[in-house]
């Protein structure tokens, strides 16, 4: 058992000791359950100091049977993009547990047990490098979730916990019919070695198949991300989920689908990813552009933060279909930054929600009188999420638009839009819930962030400066993968060699950009 | 035909388990009338001893396999296997029984051994060689089960599902019995290596054949409801005793996919081009029927009902597949269904309620709150039942769309995932009562099962668990089965 599985292994345990205990110990399993996740943080850090760069391939494998019959192996590993993914999960799940601290106050014991169950299947979605093993995990992920909702959720809770089962159940059916397909071509659903058959041309997919095996897989991770227009599960999601459950979602579960279109649309099929990059893009610039008008004239603060995620996060999809080393580094670290900043977004809504009882915007007004270091954190974590230079989102959505303008300067252009319509709809919301007069309700119900929340916040902020400022603690093991998985996918290293010589000259000088880009970044 | 009738003593090793279930259902009988009131619990002991004890004589009769009887019996692993599974149903069913025989004071020695009789009638299926025994299992099967679903005769409902299930359910035998009569007539046999045989010679219509087939197919398409001829089954099973329709979900329907898989693999596998197309449009039929009808029930057993219809087309998949992969598959699948549904049903059983008055879906609501250890186990049920991995339920569509897809049928696998996400729906439906709704009446009223049930939850439970987990020993066992004797 290697780092990699025990961090598996232990919120899993964690889950089934939390069921045995007594219902009544409520503190108990709070304080238990907050101790395996902080646990499971510490020990993540090890990956971060343990992972060697400058190796191709996964660190920390470990590739074992599970099912003989058909061959179906317990295959973990990381490379430097899991890796960031799996830190993002650990040190998130230690503040859901915090937040939920006293939000929840029925069936406490099974809440928190889910949050770990939750914890569990996320790092073995990332972790998973045997197709077969990597839908399980997918799939796991999907059960804590929907209790998370339908259970603790606000009062549309039901049908937005239905709606977000059955949305993700379609799209991955299909994509279980595609990975049993591949399996029935390749023999075997280990993940390295399929891709090495489809590299070296030993199973060589025609056009039609391997459209339609892109666009099943796409379409399942296409629906988690959401693409626009596979986003209406979202909104009602994060708005009838507790605030924990909102967190995981944004920040780590809808980077399940962004990192499944890194992890194994492109590198699968490369040809059919490039063919259809035009309208995935074209849906992903209209998500942007959407997401932010949409966002911006929600009277319920969490359903703002929500869209602002489909238009976020559409950036992400963008920055993936450029084929450009930028655009790719650029949405892996936004897919990191989002999680951040958007997650700590919901944290501080779910604060407000705690003092007022409300999500609508009419609500509140004059916070910052009243709570001004609630308002100066939730200023900072404004202006980190509607890129502002120096703290972490800026230097994702900047890579994502300098890589689609090496592809194609209008993704740019419209793109841009969006960036200036974040900065609209959260100011705008800002202004409307922390100034303006103060109410009697408002000032009654407003106390000064408390000691948790403290907690809670001041890692997400450090973090959002951190990632502003030092990028290259993240992006060096990041670029190394998002270099192998566009190597590729580039023309070059394609079966048909007639366009190779110019892909290669498109190529060289997007890596050199790519280092410029950190340059200014930073 | 052999000169010798008396069977030597390999053959009665071989036919061990139906021994011991005729002589304890036997001794049943003629002890109701000395211990119906004053042990009424005697009869399910004494029932589950004798299906453990049928069990371990299954895997006896297995260290002799080969032919018994004058070729009529075989003791394959295929067999042994649905014995095995039979026998397992029986033993569960049974544990779900007590607590409602006992809440509808209807303890008697004569349901245990009509469930025991109807076990045995599936053991010779499962394990008959000719289309006779066949027939005769099927028969003594069958005629156990009319008599269960209208056990409790002075209940309605409770007749009224015997009655339609004995009409439509002679009618099909009667197609049946048809087919193996012309089948008789063409080759001359009823042995079904035989008439495998005989198909294989040039000089036999063909055409013929495959309008015995075609009437065979409709009886036992009846048998495992499967569409166009499953109409009967969300009555009856409405109707019926709750455990009652939990063994007929399971037991009947498992035995007769048995011979399905063994007559039309074996006798009829020359004709498969022309039976796999129907067989692909009945799996088709039976789950998107299935599916769609069970979306908008409020009866928990109608619901279960469609749903059977549904893993009914699934296990069709398989079968339309017409490999030994599929064989497998529909084998492993019959095991991983028939425990989550009788798990699903033995909390039915538990909610019900005398009379069987609480079967709407509200009836669950908040069990999740009032009896958190029923409401996991049924959680569970219903997780398998959608299919999400590290259940049975998963493992089992996952070998059967794989052998779908091994076998070319694309079409038919992506629709039937499709069907599986619709399925998705209903089973949730149960999960958020359950778990998001406010205990109601009903469920405020439950007291904690009783050991016989905990026992019908928990054993499924974990047999659900095992087959998510570690699927490799039975699945083995079941594709080292599927190669049948030719």
């Not at chain 2, 390999?10 to 109701?32: H, Q, S, W």
């Not at chain 2, 069990?55 to 075989?74: E, K, M, T």
């Not at chain 2, 398989?318 to 529909?330: D, Q, R």
């Not at chain 2, 959680?379 to 794989?402: A, D, H, M, N, Q």
């Amino acid at each position: 058992m290697n780092l990699l599985e025990i961090l598996i292994a232990v919120p899993a345990a964690g889950f089934l000791v939390t069921l045995l205990m007594p219902r009544a110990q409520e503190q108990f399993v709070k304080l238990f359950t907050l101790g395996v996740s902080l646990l499971v943080f510490a020990l993540s850090l090890g990956l971060v100091t343990g992972y060697e760069s400058g190796k191709t391939g996964q660190q920390f494998v470990h590739n074992v049977v599970w099912i003989s019959n058909p061959d179906i192996h317990w295959h973990v590993g990381i490379d430097g993009l899991s890796l960031w993914l799996i830190i993002l999960s650990t040190f998130l799940t230690p503040i859901a547990i915090l937040i939920s601290w006293s939000y929840i106050k029925k069936q406490v014991k099974e809440f928190f047990a889910f949050l770990l169950l939750l914890e569990f299947g996320l790092i073995g979605v990332f972790a998973a490098w045997d197709l077969f093993l990597f839908y399980t995990f997918w799939e796991v992920v999907l059960v804590p979730m929907y209790f998370l909702i339908g259970i603790w959720g606000h009062d549309r809770r039901i049908y937005a916990a239905v709606k977000f089962f059955l949305y993700t159940m379609v799209g991955s059916v299909l994509m279980l019919a595609a990975i049993i397909y591949v399996y029935t071509l390749a023999g075997t659903f280990d993940y390295a070695t399929i891709l090495e058959l489809f590299r070296s041309g030993r199973i060589a997919l025609n056009h039609t198949q391997e459209t339609l095996l892109f666009l099943a897989f796409f379409l399942a991770f296409a629906i988690k991300v959401p693409l626009f227009p596979l986003h209406t599960w979202l909104p009602d999601a994060h708005v009838e989920a507790p605030t924990a459950g909102s967190l995981m979602l944004a920040s780590v579960m809808l980077k399940m689908g962004t990192y499944g279109l890194v992890r194994f649309c492109l590198p699968m099929f490369p040809i059919a990813a490039r063919e259809n990059a035009g309208w995935i893009n074209v849906l992903a610039i209209i998500g942007i552009i959407y997401g932010a008008l949409v966002a911006m004239v929600q009277p319920n603060m969490k359903k703002l933060v929500a869209y602002s995620s489909v238009s976020h996060l559409g950036f992400v999809v963008l920055g993936i279909f450029s084929f450009t080393q930028m655009g790719l580094d650029g949405a892996v670290y936004q897919m990191l930054n989002h999680g951040i900043s958007t997650g700590a977004l919901f944290v501080l809504v779910g604060f407000l929600y705690e003092r007022r009882h409300s999500l609508a915007i009419k609500d509140f007004g004059g916070v910052a009188t009243a709570a001004p270091w609630l308002a100066i954190t939730f200023l900072i974590t404004t202006l980190a999420s509607i890129g502002l230079p120096m703290l972490n989102n800026f230097v994702g959505e900047f890579l994502i638009l300098q890589g689609a303008a090496q592809a194609k300067f209008a993704w740019t252009a419209f793109a841009a839009v969006g960036v200036i319509l974040s900065a609209c709809y959260m100011l705008w919301m800002y202004q409307r819930v922390f100034f303006g007069p103060l109410s009697d309700d408002v000032k009654h119900h407003m106390p000064e962030l408390n000691m948790r929340e403290w907690a809670c916040i001041v890692p997400l902020i450090v973090m959002m400066v951190w990632m502003g400022m030092r990028t290259q603690t993240f992006l060096p093991a990041v670029s190394e993968t998002t270099a192998q998985i566009l190597e590729r996918t580039s023309p070059a290293a394609m079966v048909v060699p007639a366009a190779g010589s110019p892909a290669v000259a498109v190529a060289l000088p997007s890596v050199e950009i790519a280092k410029g880009g950190d340059q200014n970044a930073r | 035909m052999p000169a010798n009738f008396a069977p030597s003593a390999d053959d009665m090793l071989r036919f061990g388990p139906e021994t011991i279930l005729t002589i304890a259902g036997t001794l049943l009988m003629v002890l109701d009338p000395l211990f119906a009131k004053k042990l009424p619990r005697m009869f399910g002991h004494l029932s589950i001893a004798a299906l453990v004890a049928a069990i371990f004589a299954a895997v006896a009769a297995s260290s002799v396999p080969g032919l018994a009887f004058s070729n009529l019996l075989i003791v394959d692993g295929f067999g042994t296997y649905f014995r095995i599974l039979v026998l397992c149903i029986g033993i569960l069913a049974v544990l779900s029984s007590y607590m409602y025989l006992e809440r509808e004071q209807a303890e008697t020695g004569e349901y245990h051994a009509l469930i025991l009789f109807s076990i045995m009638g599936q053991c010779v299926m499962v394990t008959a060689n000719d289309l006779i025994m066949i027939f005769i299992g099927l028969e003594i099967s069958s005629i156990a089960t009319y008599i269960l679903a209208g056990y409790l005769r002075n209940d309605k409902r409770n007749n009224e599902a015997a009655l339609k299930y004995f009409l439509l359910g002679s009618f099909a035998t009667g197609f049946f019995l048809y087919g193996i009569a012309i089948i008789y007539g063409l080759t001359g046999t009823t042995q079904l290596g035989a008439i495998r045989s005989s198909l294989n010679t040039p000089e036999t219509s063909l055409m013929v054949a495959g309008v015995a087939a075609a009437l065979m197919f409709v009886g036992l398409c009846f048998k495992v409801s499967g569409a166009p001829f499953q109409v009967w089954a969300p009555d009856v099973y409405q109707g019926a005793p709750a455990p009652v329709s939990a063994f007929m979900a399971t037991g009947p329907k498992a035995a007769a996919f048995a011979i399905f898989l063994r007559i039309f693999l074996t006798a009829f596998d020359r004709i498969a081009v022309s039976w796999a197309p129907v067989v692909w449009a009945c799996a088709l039929a039976s789950m998107t029927i299935g599916n769609f009808a069970a979306l908008t029930q409020n009866n928990l057993k109608r619901m279960l009902a469609y749903s059977s219809i549904a893993h009914a087309g699934y296990i069709l998949v398989a079968l339309a597949s017409n490999s030994e992969i599929g064989t497998a598959a529909a084998m492993f699948y019959l095991g991983a269904y028939a425990l989550m549904n009788l798990g699903a049903f033995a909390v039915i059983v538990y909610i019900s309620g005398k009379g069987e008055t609480n079967l709407r879906l509200e009836d669950l609501a908040g069990l999740g709150r009032k009896q958190p250890f029923t409401a996991a186990m049924m959680t569970v049920f219903l997780l398998s039942l959608i299919g999400v991995p590290l259940t049975g339920g998963f493992f089992g569509k996952f070998y059967i769309f794989r052998a779908a897809l091994d076998a070319h049928l694309t079409w038919l696998a992506v629709l039937g995932l499709l069907n599986s996400a619709v399925a998705a729906y209903y089973y949730l439906r149960l999960l958020v009562v359950m778990y998001m709704h406010e205990p109601g009446e009903v469920t405020n009223a439950l007291e904690a099962p009783g050991p016989a049930l905990q026992a019908a939850l928990i054993l499924p439970a974990v047999g659900t668990f095992f087959l998510g987990i570690l699927p490799g020993t039975v699945l083995s066992f079941a594709q080292a089965a599927s190669s049948f004797v030719k």
